[in-house]
């Protein structure tokens, strides 16, 4: 079983929280940059769901997690406060 079996279709299309629900810890810069998040690079719904909600990737720490005995990539995403949707503000 590949785990999609499980899932009902259409699970995971739309994210379940809202950008401004997603950062688990403020970033604090020179411009105070909006909310931040980041997954391990092997978690493509993740990373699909945070590019639908408004994420931008904005880098990556290499070979930072290790899953089943392999090496993955942090894949780090931002949004700056100008990006927000008008409902999260």
Not at 24 to 49: H, K, L, M, Q
Not at 67 to 87: I, K, Q, S, Y
Request: charged letters at 30%.
């Amino acid at each position: 079983m590949n785990g999609t079996a499980a899932r009902p279709r259409g699970a995971g299309s739309r994210p379940a929280v809202g950008p401004h629900e997603l950062f688990a810890r403020p970033r604090r810069t020179v411009r105070e940059a909006g909310p931040g998040t980041d997954t391990w690079s092997g978690n493509e719904r993740a990373i699909r769901a945070f590019s639908k909600a408004g994420f931008r990737e904005e880098g990556r720490r290499r070979s930072t997690v290790l899953v089943a005995g392999e090496r993955h990539d942090t894949v780090l995403f931002g949004m700056l406060r100008e990006e927000w949707p008008e409902t999260a503000r």
